[in-house]
């Protein structure tokens, strides 16, 4: 079994990707499992090339540091060559409407001025990536089921034209895991695309600006310390971030604390404690430039490996 899920270098990764994602990749991954920093799908979006480089090589530190092994982990860029080309294969087995009909497109290209052609195509580049790397299951949230059903029916009917050559990927639910949302307004997530930084604790931050940043996260003036994530919204995350960091419940965090203020600190040492190793890591891992590039070239030629033969039967099978 290959279970494969990536992380957009869209921004710098923030708490919600660590206790939401990363925490768990690294804690609780099976052997065969594999990750990459999917940098490619950061341009379907307007971005800025220098700041992409430097944040794709962040995400691969911290997603090291984190402690998911150097040998499951790749840049997708890395392997650009060998995407492109499946892509183009892949593309010509998906029909305009398959695409045009992702309910991801509709959303992300409302609204904006200049659609990419990437934006429509990148699902079918996600395709690439899962068949290449030959993944059995895609973990997914709500909207990439979608996406991995096309790469399933591009998978099949590839395989029924021309011949057998792809494993046809399942997607499977992500385990629910601790949803962080913005310190400054918790009716929205934590997220790396977030304009305003204030509520949003990076996992490269300094000690003192989390503790900065905690200390003013948004609560309520009911000066009731209970588990209320509907009336009390802001309480109730600094709870759930508390009671995901330290491994309890956030109704029973509830019952220690009696003030705001205490809790907040509490919850500001707890995060700083369990980001200050990931951060001094990464850090290390950063400064190491040729160290840090060896490890990359290395989780780049394992991934080129277990796609080499899907791709060259992919092309030949499909006429070239
Ligand atoms: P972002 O919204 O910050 O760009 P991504 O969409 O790249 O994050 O998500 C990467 C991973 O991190 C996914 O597995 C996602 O479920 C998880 N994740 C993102 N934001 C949060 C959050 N606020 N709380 C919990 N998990 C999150
Ligand atoms: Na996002």
Not at 47 to 65: D, F, G, I, M
Not at 257 to 273: I, M, P, R
Request: aromatic content about 4%; charged content about 25%; glycine content about 6%.
């Amino acid at each position: 079994m290959t279970r494969l899920s990536a992380i957009t270098p869209s921004g710098h990764a923030h708490l919600g990707n660590h206790l939401g994602a990363i925490r768990r990749w690294a804690r609780e991954g099976s052997p065969g499992d594999l990750y990459f920093v999917s940098d490619l799908h950061a341009m379907t979006v307007s971005y800025n090339p220098s700041r992409l480089r430097k944040l794709s090589r962040e995400l691969l530190a911290v997603l090291l540091a984190a402690g998911i092994k150097p040998d499951r982990v790749f840049v997708q860029s890395d392997l650009v060559r060998e995407l492109g080309a499946l892509s183009w294969v892949l593309e010509c087995t998906c029909s305009f409407g398959e695409a045009a009909r992702m309910t991801q497109f509709k959303q992300r290209a409302d609204g904006q001025g200049t659609v990419r052609l990437g934006l429509l195509t990148y699902p079918v580049l996600m395709a690439a990536d899962i068949l290449l790397q030959g993944a059995t299951e895609v973990p997914v949230g709500q909207d990439q089921t979608q996406h991995v059903e096309l790469a399933r029916s591009l998978a099949r009917r590839f395989n029924t034209t021309f011949g057998e050559v792809f494993v046809v990927p399942r997607a499977v639910m992500a385990p629910t895991a601790a949803r962080v949302m913005d310190l400054s307004d918790p009716t929205r997530k934590m997220s790396k695309s977030t304009q305003d930084n204030a509520g949003v604790v990076f996992l490269l931050d300094e000690p003192d600006l989390v503790r900065r940043k905690v200390m003013r996260a948004v609560t309520d003036n009911e000066n009731r310390l209970e588990y209320r994530p509907t009336t009390q919204p802001g309480l109730a995350n600094l709870l759930e971030i508390l009671a995901t960091c330290v491994g309890r419940s956030p109704i029973e965090v509830a019952d220690e604390y009696s003030s705001y203020g205490e809790l907040k600190e509490a919850v500001a040492e707890a995060v700083v404690e369990e980001l200050s190793p990931l951060r001094s890591s990464a850090l290390e891992l950063l400064e190491d430039v040729t160290g840090l590039d060896a490890i990359r070239a290395a989780g780049a030629e394992r991934a080129r490996e277990r796609g080499q033969h899907v791709l060259e039967s992919a092309l030949r099978m499909a006429g070239l």
